[in-house]
């Protein structure tokens, strides 16, 4: 069975980051067909959103039915962290995404260069030269130098 055609429009207010649909012929799309949608975040910006919803066209409804369904949410399919897709519904979708700041919440790592010049000392506390062997206290840490 044909199915018409319709549309899927991206919100053009989406900041910090781009959401693309895969294309047909000026974005028109047929009923029942995957559509897949690639999420692009701007530099330290993550997806925190996005939803498919249908879209009344402002025809003359066949039923009541249709009226009921405009801003119905279309069920997303994630296919991995920048990729979603849906099934395309009889006539138009509106598609709206919002990017949150990608803020570090734990340290991962540090990385610091070992003082050359730094002082070891034995276990009694007592400096030692670099020539000394046996068990040291250097940069807050015990080790074994042989």
């Keep these: 069975m044909i199915r018409p055609a319709g549309t899927v429009t ?7 980051g781009t959401v693309e649909a895969s294309k047909d012929v000026c974005n028109f799309f047929v009923g029942d067909r995957q559509v897949t ?4 975040p701007a530099a330290q910006y993550q997806l925190e959103n996005i939803s498919v919803t249908r879209v009344h066209d402002g025809s003359t409804p066949q039923g009541i039915s249709s009226l009921k369904r405009a801003g119905e949410a279309i069920p997303l399919t994630k296919i991995d962290d920048s990729t979603y897709s849906f099934e395309m519904p009889d006539g138009d979708v509106a598609v709206s995404a919002s990017f949150t700041p990608n803020i ?26 670099r020539d000394y062997r046996g068990i040291v206290i250097e940069n807050g840490q015990k080790r074994v130098i042989d």
């Design 10 to 16: 991206i919100d053009s207010n989406i900041e910090n």
């Design 37 to 40: 949608l690639t999420v692009t």
């Design 104 to 129: 570090p919440t734990a340290i991962d790592r540090i990385d610091a260069d070992r003082d050359s010049n730094s002082v070891r000392y034995n276990l009694m506390g007592q400096p030692v030269g």
